[in-house]
């Protein structure tokens, strides 16, 4: 997302997992971030633990991460040229895992 001009940050986070203490870290995608009014989509790219003790993503989750990339790219231009009085800037969501999803979507559904 960033070669593409998106501002990218991470937020990242430990949880108790059933072997202990691991940092996740959650990715956060904005368009224009000097436009306070954002229209949010989210999807988890899902974590899954091997025995060497290092979590990587899982794949069930692939699709919609690709396809909110894909939409990133194909959106980018127009973007850019709609006056921001009249439309609010995307910003998208990538969830470490699943439960931190459930979690923030049950916060803003609220």
């Known amino acids: 997302m960033n070669n593409i001009g998106?501002?990218?940050s991470d937020d990242s986070f430990t949880d108790t997992t059933p072997l202990g203490d691991k940092t996740f870290v959650?990715?956060?995608?904005?368009h224009d971030p000097d436009v306070s009014r954002?229209?949010?989509l989210a999807c988890h790219?899902?974590?899954?633990?091997?025995?060497d003790d290092e979590f990587i993503a899982a794949t069930d989750s692939a699709v919609?991460?690709?396809l909110m990339i894909d939409v990133a790219r194909a959106?980018?231009?127009?973007l850019s040229k709609v006056p921001h009085f009249f439309v609010n800037?995307?910003?998208?969501?990538y969830f470490a895992y699943t439960r931190i999803c459930r979690f923030v979507l049950q916060i803003l559904v609220l």
């Open 38 to 40: 954002r229209l949010t």
């Open 64 to 66: 919609p991460c690709a």
């Open 6 to 8: 998106w501002t990218v």
């Open 45 to 51: 790219y899902d974590s899954k633990l091997f025995t």
């Open 89 to 93: 800037t995307l910003c998208f969501l």
């Open 26 to 30: 959650n990715v956060i995608a904005v």
């Open 75 to 78: 959106l980018n231009a127009s």
